[in-house]
């Protein structure tokens, strides 16, 4: 590794002024993630305009041996994105990256540039009639190469399927500069590998994604929304394994929230009141989406009509406002359950038919060895994902809360490995969630994850030390 100030010296003859950050207060945004809990010290940000650019940048960072962390809107939990504290790593931000190539509401499928905005991607789907179904709340200020890179899921993936299932074709920059050019908007492409799917999910490790093409879907044209109270978390999955039946792929949401979220949401927000009339142990936010000739607000009336054996009570919107109102129960919740300050995040996926018992389980043991601590349960019932959170009592010492935070983590995953889960639905591994992911994989999985590293970057100068530790590099 060369020292720092030549290799500021090096990347000054390869980047205009302009393109090229180093100074500690410029650098600040680029150094803490969107959680605040992650954050380092970059040798220097580079902010390309083009895919050209990051390819001479990689062709000389390769060259001189100069590490790299490609960077998106901040908004990943894993601290993949963010660069390490050692003050050598060269943060590359996609931001200036950020045009819509293209929309073609005949291929159903846009071409999309890394640093784009996932919300303004979807605008520029809509414009089109069409629909970019990736959704989340941090829309408005992640970009698309971070939702290719961390497989992103979001509340559509029941019906769509995660960021993967979505992915047409990439541009990439390989650890030395070159480029491939995926960038096919084709339905069915079966010649040898499919390239692009390593790429996705692989958090920065293996190559700089540069652009996207994805595919499109017709633009509902209606929305209908409900919010119901459930007396168990059993009713609930009993629910909704009747709508996926009677409601058919028109489901495009069902989101479980139990009872402690929504006090949450309540304490945070006066202007929002108690959901129903009568308190419930849990509730679900059900959302079906059509286009064309379809009487949407039949199709869910009825299936809660018929499941009334289910549901103690609900209510449908009536308007978008109102749909919005009943979305910001669980939105509200999620950026208000730490009350500003932090708390434990696991993101864990586990069989659908096995959601009551793993909360149940791990809620129970939770309070069990960390009786102090509150544990709060919600999810995406229609893909297994459970978010599981712990918030640690008011006041509490920094070393204190870190002794909690992976103590009742380590519960939670205990629980989890006695049903078959995965202690990652959507977050990614990152540099915070290694040593669990290290402590579960096996052998064999372990040494292809290293082949795939050592062949894609044999110098490891990509995102070192994210999902796998830092190695010593290959003979290149």
């Known amino acids: 590794m060369i020292v720092a100030s030549s290799a500021l010296d090096a990347l000054a003859g390869v980047l205009s002024p302009d393109e090229l950050v180093t100074g500690a207060e410029d650098m600040a945004r680029y150094s803490r993630d969107w959680s605040g809990d992650h954050y380092g010290r970059p040798l220097a940000v580079a902010r390309p305009r083009a895919t050209a650019d990051v390819a001479a940048l990689m062709r000389h960072c390769w060259e001189a041996g100069i ?4 960077q998106g809107g901040l908004t990943g939990l894993v601290g993949a994105a963010v660069a390490d504290p050692s003050g050598h790593e060269v943060v ?14 005949i291929d159903y499928a846009m071409v999309v540039e890394a640093g784009c905005i996932l919300e303004e991607a979807k605008r520029a789907a809509e414009a089109e009639d069409c629909l970019l179904p990736i959704t989340f709340g941090a829309q408005g200020s992640c970009r698309i190469g971070g939702n290719v890179a961390t497989n992103a899921g979001g509340f559509n993936v029941l019906r769509y399927g ?4 979505l992915v047409l074709g990439l541009e990439v920059v390989l650890a030395d500069g070159r480029v491939w050019n995926g960038l096919k908007v084709l339905r069915k492409d079966n010649r040898g590998y499919d390239l692009k799917q390593l790429f996705i999910g692989s958090e920065g490790t293996l190559g700089i994604i540069t652009a996207a093409a994805f595919k499109l879907f017709p633009k509902p044209t209606q929305v209908e929304t409900a919010l119901v109270g459930l007396r168990s978390i059993e009713d609930a999955m009993a629910l909704y394994a009747r709508a996926r039946r009677a409601c058919s792929d028109l489901l495009s949401a069902f989101e479980l929230i139990l009872r402690d979220c929504i006090e949450v949401s309540l304490r945070a927000r006066a202007d929002l009141p108690d ?13 079906l989406a059509a286009s064309g000739a379809v009487d949407l607000r039949t199709v869910l009336e009825t299936c809660l009509a018929e499941a009334d054996d289910l549901v103690a009570d609900g209510v449908i919107a009536t308007s978008r406002r109102q749909a919005d109102r009943l979305w910001s129960y669980r939105e509200v ?24 018992r793993f909360i149940a389980q791990a809620i129970a043991a939770v309070r069990a060895a960390y009786p102090e601590a509150q544990p709060l349960a919600y999810g995406h019932v229609g893909d297994g994902n459970v978010h599981l959170n712990v ?5 509490l010492a920094s070393d204190a809360m870190e002794r909690l935070f992976h103590g009742a983590e380590d519960v939670i995953f205990t629980v989890l490995d006695t049903i078959g889960g995965s202690i990652s639905a959507e977050h990614g591994i990152g540099r915070v969630k290694q040593e669990a992911y290290l402590e579960r994989i096996g052998s064999v999985e ?3 994850a290293h082949c795939l590293k050592n062949a894609f970057d044999p110098r490891h100068i990509l995102s070192m030390g994210r999902i796998l530790p830092a190695g010593t590099a290959g003979d290149g």
Do not use: F, H
């Not at 995660?162 to 299932?165: A, E, F, Q, V």
């Open 391 to 395: 918030i640690p009592p008011p006041g």
């Open 67 to 70: 590490r790299v962390v490609p």
């Open 333 to 356: 919740m999620v950026e208000m359950q730490g009350g500003g300050g932090r708390y434990l995040r696991t993101d864990v996926s586990v069989p659908i038919s096995q959601i009551p």
């Open 275 to 287: 959901p129903l009339r009568e308190v419930y142990p849990c509730y679900a936010l059900v959302e």
């Open 162 to 165: 995660m960021t993967r299932d």
């Open 92 to 105: 590359v931000s996609l931001e200036r990256m950020n045009a819509v190539r293209s929309v073609n509401a």
């Open 446 to 448: 372990l040494d292809l």
